[in-house]
């Protein structure tokens, strides 16, 4: 479909429609690449808080048998 100015009117949409599919496709992306971080750091975190956790249980338990 050519407007009066002779400018391809399919065309802008087919690609008005590609830009806003390669817009949603990177917010998608980068929210996905958000969640994964968030789940690695919580998972640390987690990892972190019982090895911590462990320690301190083994270190009183030794105190509390050599004591």
Do not use: C, H, P
């Amino acid at each position: 479909m050519i407007d009066r100015y002779g400018v391809n009117l399919s065309y802008d949409k087919a690609q008005a429609k590609e830009n806003i599919t390669l817009r949603v496709t990177a917010v998608v992306v980068v929210a996905g690449v958000v969640v994964v971080v968030v789940v690695v750091v919580v998972v640390v975190v987690v990892v972190v808080v019982v090895v911590v956790t462990v320690v301190v249980v083994v270190v009183v338990v030794v105190v509390v048998v050599v004591v």
